[in-house]
């Protein structure tokens, strides 16, 4: 269980987030992104990542001099230049958390598609070029978009540029040989549905962990960026119940048992609604 401490401390940081996330504006992408490493270590300072990431610019721009790149750097340049500072996709350790937190990848240069392809936007803009999240099934892309064209491009491996059969086969690994490619693959993601798939992603590792606290820390953010995910609410009213948080269970899934629509979904609450009822009757 968590000490009454770190939990106060989680609480502050929700509140934060419920801040940054209440007007009509999205907090900046690269904070927004970074805030993930709550769910794990709430803790955790990330004023700095704008920073980082600036430093990671000169960087890139100081390899770009010494190669004899003209100026302005090109999204091919800039390509190229992600992959020579070493970031690369994560493949001898996926599921580690540390994939998801925008700080460790920094720092480490390995993560997996989503928060390598935040990375890339942050520099990408930082060069004058315009980049995007695509919410691709399963492997998250980047889109350019210059006078140049548009392309999508996979800075999990190595910033390869993917061309309509290049997408087709992803797909195909991803959702079969029947699968075919459709507008809704390449739908862009927006900074809420970059965190909310963040979040979902370390909620999964989380769950197949066993870590019950990390897994509901996830959900309780992921409720802040997305509140119409009626899913999280339940989740979290099941995680609480496995932690015999009775209450908190009880609060989750009658709000979530309000919302639904399903006769079916309602039905099936009710045993974990009669057990957390009955675990509370017990202490009064």
Request: proline content about 4%; overall charge negative; glycine content about 8%.
């Amino acid at each position: 269980m968590l000490s009454t401490t770190l939990e106060r401390r989680f609480e502050q940081r929700l509140a934060e987030l419920a801040t940054q996330w209440r007007g009509q504006t999205p907090p900046p992408l690269s904070m927004a992104a970074a805030a993930v490493v709550w769910a794990l270590e709430a803790d955790r300072e990330i004023t700095d990542i704008p920073k980082q990431l600036d430093a990671l610019a000169d960087e890139l721009s100081a390899w770009a001099i010494g190669e004899g790149l003209p100026q302005p750097l090109s999204i091919e340049a800039v390509s190229r230049g992600f992959v020579a500072l070493g970031f690369r996709g994560e493949t001898d350790n996926y599921y580690d958390p540390r994939n998801s937190f925008l700080a460790e990848v920094i720092t480490r240069r390995v993560g997996i598609p989503i928060t390598l392809s935040v990375i890339f936007i942050e520099l990408a803009q930082r060069f004058g070029l315009t980049c995007e999240g695509v919410n691709f099934p399963g492997h998250f892309l980047v889109r350019y978009r210059g006078a140049d064209g548009v392309g999508h491009l996979d800075p999990f491996h190595g910033c390869q540029w993917l061309d309509d059969r290049g997408l087709q086969q992803l797909l195909h690994r991803v959702r079969g040989t029947q699968s075919r490619l459709s507008a809704e693959d390449l739908a862009t993601a927006g900074t809420g549905d970059i965190v909310a798939r963040m979040l979902r992603n370390l909620c999964n590792i989380a769950l197949k962990a066993k870590d019950w606290i990390t897994a509901l820390r996830t959900l309780r953010m992921l409720v802040i960026v997305n509140p119409d995910d009626a899913q999280a609410g339940r989740d979290i009213g099941l995680l609480y119940l496995q932690l015999e948080r009775w209450g908190e269970a009880l609060t989750w899934l009658e709000s979530h048992k309000r919302r639904v629509a399903s006769d079916a979904e309602r039905q099936s609450l009710e045993p974990s609604i009669i057990e957390a009822k009955k675990a509370l009757a017990q202490w009064n």
